[in-house]
């Protein structure tokens, strides 16, 4: 089976813009959770979608924001970037019906986004 | 509050010496725990999990880790390190009371000396 992936890979954007994040999990799986990675926070939970619905929120303001398709693709927004936005975002997927923790997540290699 | 804490935030040790990193979690029932390692612009990779029964574990690379439920602790261990070992871990604790949502501990980078 493919592995999560995750597009684009780098992404660099000013201040103000917004920006939409893709994330393909594996195939099968129904879970999908977003983690944010920096240096000084480290990885910090997102939310996670299951079946088209928001299952779990971390704590990020409401600029975050994320659904699900039909076929489990994620997509997840930023609006309004600020310079503190910049970070590694990480895509997981798990196939179980247990709410993501629980079971086995599968990572994807990340989306690099850089604020100016 | 439930807290994940990675004590060491950098260790260094020479290729086949043996590796210890730490992990202690405060919850207040006992949590899901895991094992990640990242290398340089890689996602995640699962070394090992415990949910129940054995509290010694297995996992990928030779890896193993022990759960201390009187020490809240899930240490990762390896006999004899590789170059390739070289990384950083990340040791993270998912529990119902969260709804399973995963907290990882800031991590331990691990360098490995020849």
């Known amino acids: 089976k493919a592995g999560v992936t995750q597009t684009p890979r780098y992404l660099i954007k000013t201040r103000g813009q917004q920006v939409t994040l893709s994330c393909s999990p594996i195939?099968?799986?129904?879970?999908v959770s977003w983690y944010q990675q920096t240096p000084g926070q480290g990885l910090q939970f997102l939310f996670e979608?299951?079946?088209?619905?928001?299952?779990n929120k971390g704590n990020f303001p409401g600029r975050f924001s994320g659904r699900q398709f039909s076929n489990s693709r994620s997509e997840m927004n930023v609006s309004t970037l600020e310079l503190g936005d910049s970070a590694l975002y990480l895509c997981?997927?798990?196939?179980?019906?247990?709410?993501?923790?629980?079971?086995?997540?599968?990572f994807g290699p990340g989306t690099r986004l850089t604020v100016l | 509050a439930q807290s994940v804490t990675q004590p060491d935030i950098h260790i260094t040790v020479s290729e086949g010496a043996s590796l210890e990193l730490r992990c202690n979690y405060s919850?207040?029932?006992?949590?899901?725990l895991f094992w990640y390692v990242q290398s340089p612009g890689q996602g995640l990779q699962l070394l090992l999990k415990?949910?129940?029964?054995?509290?010694l574990v297995q996992g990928i690379k030779g890896f193993e880790a022990e759960f201390k439920r009187s020490q809240s602790s899930f240490n990762l261990r390896k006999p004899s390190v590789h170059w390739s070992d070289a990384a950083e871990y990340f040791c993270?604790?998912?529990?119902?009371?969260?709804?399973?949502?995963?907290?990882f501990g800031a991590g331990t980078t691990v360098t490995v000396r020849a």
């Open positions: 919850y207040g029932a006992t949590p899901y």
């Open positions: 979608y299951f079946s088209e619905t928001q299952r």
């Open positions: 195939s099968g799986h129904r879970s």
């Open positions: 415990y949910f129940s029964g054995d509290t």
């Open positions: 997981a997927s798990s196939e179980s019906t247990t709410s993501g923790g629980a079971d086995e997540q599968f």
């Open positions: 993270a604790v998912g529990a119902q009371i969260d709804d399973y949502k995963l907290s």
